[in-house]
Structure formats: C-alpha cells, structure tokens
C-alpha cells in the first residue's frame, strides 16, 4: 500500500485508554523512524510521538508524557499508541507517518507517507 493505515479511534470518556495502531507493508517501515501527529478542528498538527527504526529512542510531546506509549512491531510492520489518562484536550485526528529526513523528532517537515487519519474523541 502507498500510505499506512491508522486505526484504533474512538469515543471514549475522560480517563479511558484507547490503544491506535498504524498498519503498513513493504521493507521501508523497518528502515524508517516513525511518528503520531495530531490534529483538532481550528488548530495547527502537533507532535505526539516518535520512535526510532528499531526502537531503541522514543520520544513524546510534552502533553502526553506519561500517559502515552509509543511501540512498533516491525516484523508486522505496525506501529501503535497506547494511551492512557485521556483527556478532552487529546480530542483530535491522529495521523501515523515516516520521517524521511534528518532533524528533530518533532518537526513534521522531516516526515511524509501520511496516513489519513483515526478519529479520537474524548468526553468530559
């Protein structure tokens, strides 16, 4: 497939968890870091997690630390966002995406092979 699938959205209450997975094919997700964006209605996308080709480095938003785990599983070439605490500030579309390029983790610059998104809607 062209771009990776994400799923795993849903509407859940403040407090619940919800655990996203990001599906792709081909040899190319082993090769590249992996990143979670996050967009809501009005704003700009905002950094949720990254993690490296193998790994071995995370790194997380500064609004999801602690509650969010990032992970992948190359040899099913799935990536997945456990999120735990939620909270209706983490209401949004979460996007899954390869970085392509050098630089920081959280410059959405360096990623592309975008997904099209899984719906995250949190009650309070």
């Known amino acids: 497939q062209v771009h990776p699938v994400e799923s795993g959205g849903g509407l859940v209450q403040a407090g619940g968890s919800l655990r996203l997975s990001c599906s792709a094919s081909?040899?190319?997700?082993?090769?590249?870091?992996m990143g979670w964006f996050r967009r809501a209605p009005g704003t700009e996308r905002e950094f949720v997690a990254a993690?490296?080709?193998?790994?071995?480095?995370?790194y997380y938003g500064d609004s999801v630390k602690g509650r969010f785990t990032i992970s992948r599983d190359n040899a099913k070439n799935t990536m997945y966002l456990q999120m735990n605490n939620l909270k209706a500030v983490d209401t949004g579309t979460y996007y899954c995406?390869?970085?392509?390029?050098?630089?920081?983790?959280?410059?959405?610059?360096?990623?592309?092979?975008w997904g099209r998104g899984t719906q995250v809607t949190v009650s309070s």
């Open positions: 081909g040899l190319k997700f082993a090769t590249y870091p």
């Open positions: 993690i490296t080709a193998t790994g071995y480095t995370t």
């Open positions: 995406a390869a970085k392509y390029a050098g630089g920081d983790y959280d410059n959405e610059e360096t990623y592309s092979w």
